[in-house]
């Protein structure tokens, strides 16, 4: 059974640069018909998808985020991370991380089978 | 980015039937096509409940089930029950390369 870990620091201050890291076990993040994705949540808000790394290392991100993100896979240590710079409170929020599970590899047919628990992240001084 | 809309809120009692809607454009729900569904209780972590509209994922409960037409997706719940209540978010590809969710719908249990 595949599963999904967040880790990272609980707390960040404004304009410094927000790292997660996702633990990926039991499942390779280099094979597969599968994207390696991260998501957000602010408190009591709905959901935003924040971007995604392919299992070939190719990279896709959320047009409102993409300037100050990126997102890269060390297949070394099975794990995937998220880096956005320049944070502010508006980016304070759970983060998760989740597989997509793309059937056919059709990327619009992509849905987010599982996920981490979650980690808060707070941006604050 | 303009999220999909869902209603804010729907309630029905137990044993009843209810519908969430998720409406969208042509450049995602109505064009790609292909929206998924997620279940998501206090605290906890999103679950997918339905995959390329009508699909369930093995364990999920076939009182579940999803549907679409034009630029709008349905999921609905049948005989409703207690741990039902929940909230309940709508995805779907949109055509400039990226996921967008729907706004979300708190599900009550009368």
């Known amino acids: 059974q595949v599963q999904l870990q967040e880790s990272g620091p609980g707390l960040v201050k404004p304009s410094q640069t927000l790292s997660l890291t996702c633990t990926v076990s039991?499942?390779?993040?280099?094979?597969?018909?599968?994207?390696w994705s991260w998501i957000r949540q602010p408190a009591g808000k709905g959901l935003e998808w924040i971007g995604h790394?392919?299992?070939?290392?190719?990279?896709t991100y959320n047009p409102s985020l993409k300037s100050r993100l990126t997102i890269s896979a060390d297949t070394s240590k099975n794990q995937f991370s998220l880096r956005l710079s320049s944070v502010t409170a508006a980016d304070t929020a759970v983060y998760y991380c989740?597989?997509?599970?793309?059937?056919?590899?059709?990327?619009?047919?992509?849905?987010?089978?599982?996920w981490g628990q979650g980690t808060m992240v707070p941006v604050s001084s | 980015q303009s999220a999909l809309t869902q209603p804010a809120s729907v309630s029905g009692s137990p044993g009843q039937s209810i519908t969430i809607s998720c409406t969208g454009t042509s450049s995602d729900v109505g064009g790609y096509g292909y929206v998924s569904w997620y279940q998501q209780h206090p605290g906890k972590a999103p679950k997918l409940m339905i995959y390329?509209?009508?699909n369930r994922p093995s364990g999920v409960s076939n009182r579940f089930s999803g549907s679409k037409s034009g630029n709008t997706a349905s999921l609905t719940i049948s005989g409703l029950q207690t741990e039902d209540e929940a909230d309940y978010y709508c995805t779907a590809y949109r055509s400039s390369s990226f996921y967008v969710f729907g706004t979300g719908t708190k599900v009550t249990v009368l």
């Open positions: 989740a597989r997509v599970v793309v059937p056919a590899a059709i990327i619009n047919r992509g849905a987010f089978d599982i």
């Open positions: 039991s499942g390779s993040i280099s094979s597969g018909s599968f994207y």
């Open positions: 390329d509209v009508t």
């Open positions: 790394i392919s299992t070939s290392g190719s990279t």
